[in-house]
């Protein structure tokens, strides 16, 4: 795909040339998405994955936490560590962030000893509502599935956060030029050299494997088929929710207690091309969408403040998130 527009064009465009000007301007995916979305057929509400596409399995139950998925995924990404919390000695994000493409998280339940570890991360979902809600193209699904973010097409309206159901794609609140920074599969540093991601490379135990949508499925039974009792209501997060995900887990405990969505089986890729497809109808679409991201800037923004200020009451550190 060839790349004509800069997100600085873009920005200018929108802001001062109006909604036509725009149209003109947009890349081919955006003019696409102008022209012909809106009546589901290229976004089924049950999407199929193509029989190549790449996956990750996460089997919670077999993860230790030991975490060294975590700083693989940073090394691979050229991310800094998130050493706020541990006053600068140690990586320590609390959550997705900035920083933080990847992350292991503790499920502990209060009144008894249960607990599981849980890898959160971009979904890669097979119909992707951030791909489908990016007015300028800039987030792709690729061939074999990868999600993957062209900077200089982004011009950080953060419509792509709005639109995610698994709240994955974060700001970089702290950038003079802002960004959105999520994870995707490691596709420029190692999928296109043949390589797996740095995080399933990583981890000791096999936890996080890399495959095939199906075998990695096939996996996952096969694993429920010969221990029942070991897995929560012996199904796979991610084989339809949202219309199906690249990234799939097995659990001991309930997917929404280790803070997975409860999701329909539609694609979300199917409802935002509803959406979309009454804000860009007749070329007016860009200038309504200006409006709708103002507005989820300006909440964000002020959310974004709030939070920051609650977290230097709290921790007496400044927040650099
Ligand atoms: S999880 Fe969110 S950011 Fe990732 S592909 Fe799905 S919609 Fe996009
Ligand atoms: S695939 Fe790459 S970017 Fe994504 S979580 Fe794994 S290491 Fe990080
Ligand atoms: S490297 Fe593997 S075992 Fe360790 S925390 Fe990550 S997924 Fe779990």
Redesign the pocket.
């Given at each position: 795909m060839s790349v004509t527009l800069s997100r600085r064009q873009a920005f200018k465009a929108m802001i001062g040339l109006g909604g036509t000007a725009v149209s003109a301007l947009l890349p081919a995916p955006a003019q696409a998405r102008a022209s012909s979305q809106g009546h589901g057929e290229e976004h089924p509400e049950h999407p199929v994955a193509p029989t190549n596409a790449i996956a990750m399995l996460?089997d919670s139950t077999v993860?230790?936490?030991?975490?060294?998925?975590m700083p693989a995924c940073n090394e691979a990404n050229g991310l800094p560590s998130d050493t706020l919390l541990s006053g600068g000695i140690w990586d320590m994000p609390m959550g997705l962030n900035a920083k933080t493409k990847n992350i292991?998280e503790l499920y502990q339940d209060q009144h008894s000893d249960e607990f599981a570890?849980v890898?959160k991360q971009c979904m890669h979902c097979l119909d992707p509502a951030c791909v489908t809600g990016c007015p300028f193209g800039s987030l792709v699904k690729q061939d074999l599935g990868a999600v993957t973010w062209n900077s200089s097409l982004c011009i950080g309206c953060r419509y792509c956060e709005v639109a995610c159901p698994f709240e994955v794609p974060q700001f970089q609140w702290q950038n003079w030029n802002p960004k959105i920074v999520k994870c995707e599969f490691c596709y420029d540093q190692r999928l296109k050299e043949d390589m797996q991601p740095a995080?399933t490379a990583?981890?000791?135990?096999g936890?996080?494997i890399f495959g095939k949508r199906t075998d990695l499925l096939a996996t996952a039974k096969e694993r429920i088929a010969a221990t029942p009792q070991k897995y929560f209501e012996n199904r796979v997060y991610g084989e339809h929710e949202a219309g199906g995900t690249q990234v799939l887990y097995l659990s001991s405990v309930s997917f929404q207690k280790l803070g997975l969505p409860k999701l329909g089986t539609a694609s979300f890729g199917h409802y935002a091309t509803k959406v979309t497809s009454v804000l860009y109808k007749w070329l007016a679409g860009p200038v309504l969408v200006a409006g709708v991201f103002g507005f989820f800037i300006r909440r964000n923004w002020e959310r974004h403040e709030a939070e920051r200020r609650e977290h230097e009451e709290k921790t007496g550190f400044p927040d650099q998130l």
């Open positions: 996460y993860c230790t936490g030991c975490k060294a998925c292991i570890f890898k995080c990583a981890c000791p135990t936890a996080v």
